[in-house]
């Protein structure tokens, strides 16, 4: 069974920045595309980041390009996100997956999720 523990979310001012981490307990950690998602009060999720299994592709919505970063550690079987010159609107629940295939824009259900992490903005 796959587990992911995402940390790191909290409440920070605009233009700030935090790093959230996605601690993932599998064997075979590399197999595994991996990505972030984020739901906002009243919306629907949606797909933020995602990185491929050996870390060469990464692909972000428009609206993160320049601010947000993924990164993968594979010896470390963790994911980051950093997320610099946060705004408002970044306001929501930040959520890992893992998926074996991709983790991108089209992907809607990845494999496995997890619990997700509060990030708050404050203007």
């Known amino acids: 069974q796959v587990q992911l523990v995402e940390s790191g979310g909290g409440l920070v001012q605009a233009g700030g920045s935090l790093r959230l981490s996605c601690a993932v307990s599998v064997r075979s950690y590399r197999s595994y595309a991996m990505g972030w998602f984020r739901q906002a009060p009243g919306k629907e999720r949606e797909f933020v980041v995602g990185?491929?299994?050996?870390?060469?592709?990464?692909y972000y919505i428009d609206s993160v390009k320049g601010r947000f970063t993924i990164s993968r550690d594979n010896p470390k079987n963790t994911v980051y996100l950093q997320m610099n010159s946060l705004k408002p609107e970044d306001t929501a629940v930040y959520y890992c997956?893992?998926?074996?295939?991709?983790?991108?824009?089209?992907?809607?259900?990845?494999?496995?999720w997890g619990q997700g992490t509060q990030v708050t903005v404050s203007s």
């Open positions: 990185i491929s299994r050996s870390g060469d592709k990464t």
């Open positions: 997956a893992a998926d074996t295939r991709a983790v991108g824009p089209t992907t809607s259900e990845p494999e496995y």
